[in-house]
């Protein structure tokens, strides 16, 4: 089966969805698809071209997988309007290119947008793929929940998204809070829905010893430390981590609070912080030293907006609940990432834009080894069972026969084409 996969990320970018994709791209490949991927120039999480990648357009071999990138518009700072022109200028790209031959394309969302540029294209044409769309946010939830959008503007961003979702054969998505969302808000009818969680695309490693950890890293084994590690993004609100910092500094500097990664809110978030001795940015690190700096860490951080309930399920915490450290989540009470932690069993819930409340949640865990330890394990076991890359590509296979098999022009194709047949 010929298959082509459509986002705007891919390696070598390694935070968001572009692992996930890849892994993807790599694991059918391996099982025998022949396997296509057409995206775009690396630019996240710091916003800015790769420039190591020149030229409109590259076709490039990775890691055994064929990739076609086209060049794009990067937005200096991300609001709505800049969103829009940047996926309306991937779409329109790729709209206008040679999109490969295939059995089934599968569009990842976000991007909104240029996924309903591309279905357009398909759509026109006599004898047309099987089209999915791959949904790892929610695009209409996100623009209200981080207050970008309201009103009309909202609604015909929900709109949007609903209309490119019940044109598609068949929606794939990572939470089942989506698959519900999908289905009554957005009216995707439930046949054409499967649920794909997210899973962690480092291989296993055991947690090392934290001070083993620090000392790779240069940090003080002595501090307390409460690091937020991935995207800095409007949706994170990481205000609040800038806040807390300077709250521990008023109550004498018992917790430092560290910020790892990039992002297009970090220069904001930086001159907010300017003077805190309690908080330090670090760049985004290679997996070694990644995997150290969760390890090193007394407690890892998820922090959102209030309003942030439904939009997303943080990718960060198919990392964390691999490590050697609990998850303290600064989020709405009943929201997804508040179920995800409470369902893995690997840490406590703060209420968000809360400093003092982040403060002393930090304090509280990193003074309570037995239950740190037990959260840890819990995560650890979560993820062992549930978080599989294996079982992952199981059922995006399926999901892809299935796709074909329901589009009658395919179907001849999705009955013979598994290997060996």
């Known amino acids: ?85 940047l996926e309306l200028s991937f779409g329109s790209r790729v709209a206008r290119s040679r999109i490969p031959a295939s059995d089934v394309v599968v569009c990842v969302s976000p991007a909104l947008v240029s996924t309903g540029l591309v279905m357009a294209r398909l759509k026109a044409q006599p004898f047309r793929p099987a089209l999915g769309v791959w949904v790892q946010d929610l695009y209409s939830r996100g623009v209200i929940e981080t207050g970008a959008m309201h009103g009309p503007s909202a609604g015909a961003t929900s709109n949007l998204e609903s209309g490119i979702l019940r044109a598609a054969d068949g929606v794939a998505v990572i939470h089942q809070r989506f698959a519900d969302h999908v289905r009554t808000a957005l009216h995707v009818p ?116 209030p309003e942030v309930a439904e939009m997303a399920v943080p990718s960060k915490l ?38 003092s409340a982040m403060v002393a949640g930090v304090i509280d865990l990193a003074a309570d080894a037995a239950k740190c330890a037990q959260f840890v394990e819990s995560g650890n076991r979560y993820r062992r069972h549930n978080m599989s890359r294996d079982v992952a590509l199981d059922r995006f296979e399926e999901w892809v026969h299935t796709l074909a098999s329901a589009h009658p022009t395919r179907a001849r194709t999705a009955s013979s084409a598994r290997l060996g047949e």
Not at 209 to 236: E, F, P, T, Y
Not at 330 to 336: D, E, F, I, Q, R
């Open 318 to 355: 198919t990392a964390y609940f691999g490590s050697g450290s609990p998850v303290l989540a600064a989020t709405a009470a009943g929201s997804v990432t508040d179920q995800e932690v409470r369902s893995a069993g690997a840490g406590m819930r703060v209420d968000p834009a809360n400093p």
């Open 190 to 305: 439930e046949r054409k829905l499967s649920i794909i969680p997210n899973w962690t695309h480092m291989p296993y490693q055991a947690p090392m010893s934290r001070d083993h950890a620090r000392d790779l890293l240069g940090w003080s084994r002595d501090s307390v430390i409460a690091l937020h590690a991935g995207n800095m993004g409007l949706k994170q609100g990481l205000e609040n981590v800038v806040e807390a910092a300077r709250e521990s500094e008023r109550r004498g500097g018992p917790v430092q609070f560290v910020l790892m990664g990039d992002g297009n809110q970090r220069e904001t978030l930086e001159e907010l912080g300017k003077g805190i001795t309690c908080l330090k940015f670090v760049k985004s690190l290679p997996e070694k030293e990644f995997r150290a700096a969760l390890d090193a860490a007394n407690v890892l951080l998820v922090n959102e907006l």
């Open 1 to 85: 089966m010929r298959i082509t996969l459509i986002g705007l990320n891919y390696k070598p970018e390694v935070t968001g969805i572009a692992p996930y994709t890849a892994d993807v791209a790599e694991g059918l490949s391996a099982r025998g698809y022949d396997i296509h991927v057409v995206t775009g120039f690396p630019h996240y999480p710091q916003w800015a071209p790769d420039p190591r990648y020149a030229g409109p357009t590259i076709e490039e071999t990775v890691d055994g997988v064929h990739v076609t990138r086209h060049r794009h518009y990067v937005p200096g700072s991300m609001t709505v309007t800049q969103r829009a022109h």
